[in-house]
């Protein structure tokens, strides 16, 4: 559920050892990285900047972030800024770049402050941690910094990352800089879109020095990634041209969110939709395009089966899980098949054995559960959890959550951009589950199935928001016809895979 966005819709995602390979590789060039990285900080800076009497404040840190905030400093004081500028490290420990910044600063007549002069400014730019922190957490003079940063009241300018933030998971170490734009270098963080990392990043602005990136394992998930799939429909089709999904749940008192997955099947383009629900009595007067029926008939009607949405965990529902792992039939399970596969371990192997597709959509209590862990070790490093997850059942995984991260067995990951907390309600799980599903019985392969379906779904609820209905109060149900709307403009306006001149 990221609400931060990178300015450019499809980028590569670099963890720390990937970044650090490059720039030992790539580093050497002219000019440095430093001062590229400077520059480009500086241009934005100048942007974020108004009329205001009041001067910039640069709050500079111990390592090769605080070289960057230097380099900033100077070049805002070449425009004609005073910057006022606060170191917080020691000169004699500073890396050889960020002395030598450090040095060109003092040399063109900047002073330095040790603490932060109470009165008004321009714009705040964070330079102290960056990515150089590492996970240790923030005390002492140094949080007390970062706190005082955040009880500005104007723009704040985190360099690469705000300080605090742990570039791999997200996590807020201890304290974290709440910045209101965020220029990131070489490439996106994984922290920058995860977890803790939207509330903290504000917008996102990628720089990339100049320094090629090669194919990287994890990106952000586009239009353009699945974009060989979306094609109009032929005028001669019929509904058996578009598949039959299955949806298993719907247990006494959670038949809703059968149906809920049902409906998005049925908007999101499948030719049939068949409901079974363990509730003998269902119905839904609303959509009566579903077909309501036992269960057991619904193995023999689909062509790719959804179980999970209201199943409950009841012997009835086991026997389901246990049936459905074993069909030819793609498969995604969620919800209360997750918790069942977590509490009976053979059917985890079973489900890695499976040839046929298999995506996983739990959120993080359903993947702790998986894991043989807690919530708390899940959102500490998201990305892990969801390639274990990934690699242990053989399956295309979806950890949802702020900044959802799909993972595949081969290693390769994606985080989401899309959506906004009016998903954090109940049913809109099951509604995810109906577009992934629908997508699978149209003949799309697991991976742009799932990384449609995610993107998809957070960008319903944008729309959702755009109108004025959420994200406060936002209803699982309210995703569908927004979702249908944007899936039918997607096929409309990308370009065609194939071009003739």
């Given amino acids: 559920m990221s609400q931060a966005r990178p300015t450019h819709p499809a980028q590569p995602i670099l963890r720390l050892a990937a970044l650090r390979e490059i720039e030992q590789r790539q580093g050497k060039v002219s000019p440095p990285l430093m001062e590229r990285a400077g ?14 009497p009041h001067p910039p404040l640069i709050v500079a840190g111990p390592g090769n972030n605080g070289g960057d905030a230097l380099m900033v400093a100077r070049l805002l004081k070449q425009r004609g800024l005073l910057p006022v500028v606060v170191f917080a490290g020691t000169v004699d420990k500073l890396p050889a770049d960020a002395r030598a910044a450090y040095d060109a600063w003092i040399s063109a007549g900047g002073g330095l402050l040790s603490e932060i002069p109470q009165q008004k400014y321009s714009l705040a730019i964070d330079g102290l941690f960056g990515i150089g922190l590492g996970d240790r957490p923030l005390s002492g003079h140094h949080a007390a910094l970062v706190e005082q940063l955040n009880a500005l009241a104007c723009p704040l300018l985190a360099l690469d990352i705000p300080s605090g933030l742990d570039s791999e998971t997200g996590r807020v170490l201890g304290i974290a800089v709440r910045a209101t734009h965020t220029a990131t270098f070489i490439a996106l963080k994984p922290g920058l879109l995860t977890l803790d990392g939207p509330d903290h990043c ?12 090669d194919a990287a394992a994890g990106n952000t998930i586009h239009p353009s990634q699945f974009a060989a799939q979306l094609s109009p429909r032929l005028n001669n089709s019929h509904k058996g041209s578009y598949g039959s999904v299955g949806i298993l749940g719907g247990a006494p008192g959670m038949v809703g969110a059968a149906l809920l997955a049902g409906r998005a ?11 079974g629900t363990l509730e003998p009595f269902a119905l839904d007067p609303l959509q009566p395009e579903l077909m309501l029926r036992a269960p057991a008939e619904v193995f023999s009607l689909a062509t790719c089966l959804a179980i999970g949405p209201g199943l409950g965990e009841s012997a009835a529902a086991l026997s389901l899980l246990r049936q459905a792992i074993d069909t030819d039939q793609p498969l995604l399970l969620d919800a209360d098949a997750l918790n069942l596969l977590a509490a009976h371990p053979v059917l985890i192997r079973n489900l890695a054995r499976r040839t046929t597709p298999t995506l996983l959509t739990p959120h993080p209590a359903e993947a702790a559960r998986l894991l043989g862990s807690d919530t708390a070790a899940v959102q500490a490093d998201r990305l892990a959890a969801a390639l274990t997850l990934a690699q242990r059942c ?31 309600s109940a049913g809109s799980g099951d509604v995810l589950s109906g577009l992934a599903v629908a997508l699978l019985a149209q003949g799309w392969p697991a991976e742009p199935a799932l990384l449609a379906a995610v993107h998809l779904h957070g960008a319903a609820a944008d ?25 039918n403009h997607w096929i409309a306006t990308l370009p065609s895979p194939i071009s003739v001149e």
């Fill in 39 to 52: 520059a480009a900080a500086c241009n934005l800076a100048l942007s974020l900047l108004t009329d205001s």
């Fill in 202 to 213: 504000g917008e996102i602005s990628v720089h990339t020095l100049d320094l090629k990136i």
């Fill in 265 to 275: 099947a049925l908007k999101l383009g499948a030719g049939r939709v068949y409901v």
């Fill in 394 to 424: 053989n399956a295309a995984t979806l950890l949802k959550g702020c900044g959802s991260i799909v993972a595949f067995s081969d290693g390769r990951w994606f985080i989401n951009t899309t959506g906004n907390p009016g998903l954090a």
């Fill in 463 to 487: 729309t959702c928001v755009a109108n004025g209905s959420g994200p406060t109060g936002m209803c699982a149900g309210d995703l569908i016809d927004p979702a249908r709307k944007i899936f």
